[in-house]
């Protein structure tokens, strides 16, 4: 049942925004986070205000003001305090999905305190942040978030038996030219059948100096027990992977292989049946019928596209992976673990973001955007649904 207080909060919140329309957005914005803390408080603390409850773990101690610039103007808030605890207590409601929106604001501020902005980027930088930035306010601020982004990616992993793998590229400002930035990103696939970033990457080194440097630190961290690898044919990650994850089937994604086989087309009114013939392959249900069909397809297109066969024979069986029996994988985790398609997913929520600073100014700051994303998006998959789970329920 909502607390009657509740019901105030939300009602003052209300009147600020019809009283004075746009300009009571910080007003109404700063009575509703207040009201959020306070109710998350009573769930920490197991007890309502007031209410007597042997389950209590804890007592609350007051309120500490603070005040938060953001794109609506200055919010005044109140950070509920808490005495008696076992455990510290900071609100996240105040925290969660703020690490991405700051580090997007970290990124255009140092373009423009560090003198490789332009007059647009800083107009961009002060309407995202609601006020002037200064070059202490970006460096404290900074240093914060770093500590705690810097922590999630050296945390301690475990077994994760299927890894997948992508990258993306970002233009980056280096000695004084602009030069392409490599971001590695490294899925995983718990043995309880949920996703979690496991880490990233950001370099100007060579790619498989940088993917097996990656790929390294992974295992540093205690990641074991890899069955399945899951990647497109990045530059230098097959040798990466034969030098760190020695043995471990590898999985070439699918849709990668579906898209690169059109170059391979020279003729227009031969691409559906192209797309259609690799599409089957995929689709079978055994290895020995997906080989047997590439086998015919081959055959088919070897006098018509002699180069389109010749592709599809040499690298069309490196997606069949997941069809191997000694894998024993489900009906379902063989559709999950095709593709890198969920990291594409992934890349395209980076690229919205990272698109409106453009140019990072180095890759550092290029590092805690990407950083701040992925935690935020391995928080939700870790608390979410089970991604991939055997055919009687159980977590794969």
């Not at 209590?56 to 794109?71: E, I, L, Q």
Request: hydrophobic letters at 40%; a positive charge; charged letters at 30%.
């Amino acid at each position: 049942m909502t607390h009657p207080e509740q019901h105030t909060a939300i009602q003052s919140a209300l009147e600020a925004l019809v009283e004075e329309g746009f300009d009571g957005m910080a007003t109404a914005m700063q009575i509703l986070f207040n009201e959020a803390m306070k109710i998350e408080r009573s769930q920490f603390l197991d007890a309502a205000p007031n209410e007597r409850t042997e389950t209590r773990r804890g007592y609350a101690n007051g309120f500490k003001p603070k005040t938060v610039k953001s794109r609506i103007g200055e919010i005044a808030l109140r950070i509920p305090q808490v005495r008696e605890a076992e455990a510290p207590f900071y609100p996240q409601s105040l925290e969660r999905g703020l690490r991405s929106e700051r580090a997007l604001k970290l990124s255009i501020a140092e373009m423009y305190v560090q003198g490789v902005s332009t007059r647009k980027v800083k107009a961009i930088a002060e309407q995202l942040c609601g006020t002037e930035i200064s070059s202490v306010e970006v460096s404290r601020a900074a240093k914060l978030l770093d500590e705690e982004l810097s922590a999630w990616r050296e945390r301690e992993l475990g077994a994760i038996p299927y890894l997948v793998l992508d990258a993306r590229y970002e233009k980056v400002r280096y000695a004084g030219s602009v030069v392409d930035c490599a971001v590695l990103i490294a899925k995983g696939i718990r043995p309880d059948g949920k996703r979690t970033i496991l880490g990233t990457s950001v370099s100007l080194s060579e790619a498989e100096v940088h993917w097996r440097a990656f790929l390294e630190s992974l295992q540093d961290r205690g990641m074991h027990g890899v069955e399945l690898v899951v990647s497109d044919d990045h530059a230098g990650i097959k040798a990466a992977l034969k030098a760190r994850l020695t043995g471990v089937p590898w999985q070439r994604c699918q849709f990668h292989l579906q898209r690169n086989a059109a170059a391979y087309v020279a003729k227009k009114d031969q691409r559906a049946a192209v797309a259609a013939d690799i599409r089957g392959v995929f689709n079978a249900s055994t290895r020995v019928q997906a080989e047997e069909m590439l086998r015919q397809a081959v055959t088919k297109y070897r006098k018509s596209a002699p180069k389109l066969a010749e592709w599809m024979e040499t690298n069309i069986p490196e997606g069949l992976t997941v069809l191997d029996e000694k894998l024993n994988l489900s009906e379902v985790a063989r559709r999950r673990l095709r593709t890198t398609n969920g990291l594409e997913r992934v890349n395209k929520e980076i690229k919205r973001r990272t698109r409106v600073a453009t140019l990072f100014p180095n890759e550092q700051s290029l590092l805690r955007l990407v950083s701040a994303l992925l935690m935020e998006i391995s928080e939700e998959w870790e608390t979410g649904r089970v991604y991939i789970a055997n055919e009687d329920g159980d977590s794969a």
